[in-house]
């Protein structure tokens, strides 16, 4: 409680806020995380009588071996994502930043935190969105947004397509064991973050680091929130797991995302 408190008052004074968000900000809207202990990875699916492991269908190769399949699961998911609002611990959050310097970086493909009306050019989206898509051949540099094909609609025929070359594309997003992912729109929103950390450290404000359900599994967003706060700017983890801290200035809070948010005044 002593830190939660802690944690109000430091959120409260600061003039810039840094988010980094993981999965469990996405799971407290009620989508299952992608990677993570109970991720879909380990999960299996069912598709015309035949069991396929998300893990598979998740990888740059499934787009090549079985494509209508690997897509009817991305388009399931994206369906998925599209239907589900965002939690009330968005707004809330929007409503704490709206009057202080922000951005986003979150690992979450869902662009709920866009969807909840946060300004896509304060967010970076690490690990792609599910709304765009590439070529399957990495040497073509552009993305595209992924046709409106609803999944039960899906046929040979229909599949998202490289505008480019006409060959089946591929989501946008990192993928497991992907060495084919074309991170051109994420490294944009990244040079957009860069200039900001550089832009409001150089102003010398009061700034802090909100982590919100980043795990250990894949460690982007820990170690971006870890590498932005340094031992210069206090971080405040949150998390009802792995909230282990390990320097004087991270304050430890071990609660759900939603949860922390909408404790806040
Ligand atoms: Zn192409």
């Not at 990677?35 to 740059?60: A, E, F, P, V």
């Not at 505008?163 to 089946?168: D, E, F, R, T």
């Not at 832009?199 to 982590?211: L, R, V």
């Not at 971080?235 to 995302?257: C, E, G, Y």
């Amino acid at each position: 409680m002593k830190y939660q408190i802690n944690a109000i008052n430091l959120i409260k004074e600061a003039d810039a806020v840094a988010i980094f968000a993981g999965a469990g900000m996405s799971v407290d809207s009620g989508l299952n995380p992608f990677r993570g202990d109970d991720g879909l990875w380990t999960k299996s699916i069912i598709i015309d009588g035949k069991t396929y492991n998300h893990l598979d269908l998740m990888s740059h190769h499934a787009f090549i071996d079985t494509p209508k399949i690997a897509w009817e699961f991305i388009l399931n998911l994206r369906e998925k994502y599209h239907q589900t609002s965002p939690h009330e611990g968005y707004f809330k959050l929007l409503e704490i930043l709206k009057d202080k310097e922000h951005f986003i970086v979150t690992s979450n493909i869902d662009e709920h935190f866009l969807k909840a009306g946060f300004d896509e050019n304060r967010i970076f989206e690490c690990h792609g969105s599910i709304n765009y898509m590439q070529c399957l051949d990495i040497l073509e540099r552009e993305v595209w947004l992924t046709p409106d094909i609803h999944p039960m609609k899906l046929e040979t025929n229909n599949l998202p397509i490289c505008p480019n070359c006409g060959s089946v594309s591929r989501p946008n997003v990192l993928l497991f064991g992907d060495w084919f992912w074309i991170p051109i729109r994420s490294t944009h929103q990244q040079i957009r973050y860069n200039n900001w950390c550089k832009e409001i450290k150089e102003k010398n404000k009061s700034i802090i680091a909100i982590e919100l359900g980043a795990g250990k599994t894949i460690r982007t967003i820990r170690n971006t929130a870890e590498t932005f706060a340094s031992t210069h700017y206090p971080l405040i983890r949150v998390n009802p797991f792995d909230f282990d801290i390990k320097k004087p200035n991270q304050i430890s809070i071990q609660m759900n995302a939603k949860e922390f948010l909408m404790s806040l005044m």
